[in-house]
């Protein structure tokens, strides 16, 4: 896809990727980008080409105002997301609801909404920030590897569908990322600004999965060789 002609938008726009994606898009030379954020204020502007507009993906009525107004995106970036920590057994089912609520139905909801958006303004791409857990699940992540492995499933799917209509798909599949996510898992990450500029290059290369830290690409190279291996190693973290 040729950034310099698109016209984006990144939901959880406001801190983490979300925003260093904002960042990198501009610095690709993007000719807009709509920052949403569930607090407008709470957007870093500065620069002409942003617009801060008022979302919250778990909202239905936020999501279809939001596809009116911005009737000129040709890329979609479904950022927003929640992590619980805990283990399936002991998580309340609240916390699936919370993270399914954001991780599986925001995207959903988006991506239906702006598909029509994106094929009347000539086609374009919308691009999931998925997981490295949703390839394997680490048990103490147990509720959320569950909603964006289903929302891996969704990426699928919504593949096979929005090819026919000129639309891209991209998954994204970090690993670690030094954002208020994990703040407090010692461990090393890669800079929001690193992951969010190797995912502007695969969208703009046409990649389809999007392995943007040196982490998610050499466990994607071990899954791929053995998938039980990194499962059986995962499990035991
Ligand atoms: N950090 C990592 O290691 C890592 C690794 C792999 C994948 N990811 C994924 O990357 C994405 C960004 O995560 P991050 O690390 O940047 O996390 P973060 O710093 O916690 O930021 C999460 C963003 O999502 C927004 N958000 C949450 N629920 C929302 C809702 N219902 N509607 C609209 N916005 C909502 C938050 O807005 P508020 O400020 O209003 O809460 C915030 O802007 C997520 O999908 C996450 O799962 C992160």
């Known amino acids: 896809m040729d950034i310099k002609h698109a016209t984006a938008l990144v939901s959880g726009a406001n801190r983490g990727i979300g925003r260093a994606l904002v960042e990198a898009l501009l610095s690709a030379g993007v000719t807009k980008v709509y920052a949403a954020a569930r607090d407008v204020e709470k957007v870093v502007a500065g620069d002409m080409r942003v617009v801060a507009v008022p979302l919250d993906v778990t909202d239905d009525a ?9 009737d ?8 927003a997301g929640v992590l619980d920590f805990g283990s399936v057994v002991d998580a309340p089912r609240a916390a699936f609801e919370r993270n399914f609520a954001a991780n599986f139905y925001g995207v959903l909801a988006m991506s239906k909404a702006f598909a029509p958006v994106i094929e009347q303004n000539g086609g374009g791409a919308v691009v999931n920030i998925l997981t490295l857990v949703a390839l394997a699940s680490m048990p ?12 891996w499933s969704l990426n699928q799917s919504l593949r096979a569908a929005l090819s026919r209509r000129n639309i891209a798909v991209h998954g994204v599949f970090p690993g670690a990322v030094d ?25 703009s290369t046409v990649v389809e999965d999007i392995f943007p830290d040196p982490m998610s690409s050499s466990v994607y190279e071990a899954w ?4 039980k291996a ?8």
């Open 140 to 151: 103490g992540l147990g509720v959320y590897n569950a909603s964006k492995a289903a929302a």
């Open 224 to 227: 791929r060789k053995d998938h």
């Open 179 to 203: 954002t208020d996510m994990l703040a407090g898992v010692e461990m090393p990450k890669t800079s929001p600004a690193d992951v969010a500029k190797a995912i502007v290059a695969g969208v």
């Open 72 to 79: 000129d995106v040709t890329l979609l970036v479904n950022n």
């Open 62 to 70: 936020s999501v279809v105002a939001l596809a009116k107004r911005a």
């Open 230 to 237: 990194v499962e059986k190693q995962f499990a035991a973290m």
